[in-house]
């Protein structure tokens, strides 16, 4: 299986952001999808998961109420709405299936920059 | 919220050396759900390691690891050129996964 990210974005702080994680290659619906991300210079923070098949959801405590996950069963898609953007959140933003095995399959990730 | 400490930060060795990195957690890691990262710079990270001590697919054998409870390890018994790259260790034993800060395998 593989999931593929959308590109680059760029935002003004204030803003929203949503970046999408198409899987193929296996039952979409069999797996979760975790969403990680990457602040430069930083290491790998997890921000939550969503479950193919339910859509149920567990998000970290640090972005409760800021970040909306969700996934497109018709086309195999999973989403990460990001709100209330500020610098901080420049990061390269990661998907990855969520397995038995743990973190198995990774998106190629998707730069995020805030800045007026 | 279980929290992982590796260590050390940084470990600076030439190819052919022996690797060890460490990952402590803050409470047992449940079913030994532990496994190890391997990120390059620019790249997605890779999954090297699950259930504490079974390597992924596609993994060569220098790579193993052992552990249980709150302590693991991380082994590279040989480093190749194409190792030197930060480590992470990541529990998914409870519904909140958490990483630790990274160890850097770095040229000497």
């Known amino acids: 299986g593989q999931v593929v990210q959308s590109g680059a974005e760029v935002k003004k702080p204030g803003a929203s952001v949503k970046v999408s994680c198409k899987a193929s290659?296996?039952?979409?619906?069999?797996?979760?999808m975790s969403w990680v991300r990457q602040a430069p210079g930083q290491g790998l923070e997890w921000m939550g998961w969503i479950s193919g098949l339910n859509g149920k959801t567990q998000y970290a405590q640090k972005y409760q109420g800021r970040v909306t996950m969700t996934t497109d069963t018709s086309t195999n898609i999973a989403y990460m709405e990001l709100r209330s953007l500020t610098s901080d959140d420049t990061a390269v933003y990661f998907c990855a299936r969520r397995s038995a095995l743990g973190l198995d399959v990774w998106g190629q990730g998707t730069t995020v920059i805030v800045s007026s | 919220e279980i929290v992982l400490t590796q260590s050390p930060g940084t470990l600076s060795l030439s190819p052919g050396e022996r690797a060890t990195l460490s990952c402590g957690a803050s409470?047992?890691?449940?079913?030994?759900?532990l496994a190890w990262l391997q990120h390059k710079p620019g790249q997605a990270p890779s999954l090297l390691i699950h259930?504490?001590?079974k390597r992924a697919t596609d993994v060569p054998d220098r790579f193993s690891a052992s552990g249980s409870g709150t302590n693991f390890t991380l082994t590279i018994t040989r480093l190749e050129p194409e190792d030197f790259a930060v480590y992470y260790c990541q529990q998914y034993s409870s519904l909140h996964y958490t990483f630790g800060q990274g160890t850097k395998v770095e040229i000497k």
């Open positions: 409470q047992s890691v449940g079913g030994n759900f």
């Open positions: 259930s504490a001590s």
């Open positions: 290659g296996y039952s979409f619906s069999s797996y979760g």
